[in-house]
């Protein structure tokens, strides 16, 4: 099944929290199609590090690296998940 609206999108509502990635949603996706997740999730990691904020706001300091550590699990679990399946990612 293709990815239902923007990769990027996707990748973004992985960072805020409003989706996760998990075995069984991924067995839905082509192998292009995780190649693609991974590809954009890689994208807005790059984009969410070249944010500037300061360093005495902790509070968006904190949210800045909670968005990048959940776009790192998610890499995590897709990899995870390929292994599994022995897909050449």
Request: charged share 25%.
């Amino acid at each position: 099944m293709p990815i239902s609206g923007s990769p990027k999108k996707l990748a973004y509502d992985i960072a805020g929290g409003f989706f996760s990635l998990s075995p069984p949603t991924l067995r839905q996706y082509t192998l292009a199609d995780l190649k693609t997740i991974m590809l954009n999730l890689a994208v807005v990691a790059r984009e969410l590090r070249q944010e500037q904020t300061l360093q005495d706001d902790v509070m968006a300091v904190k949210a800045k690296n909670m968005k990048l550590s959940r776009l790192t699990q998610a890499e995590v679990v897709v990899r995870a998940f390929c292994k599994k399946q022995r897909l050449p990612l």
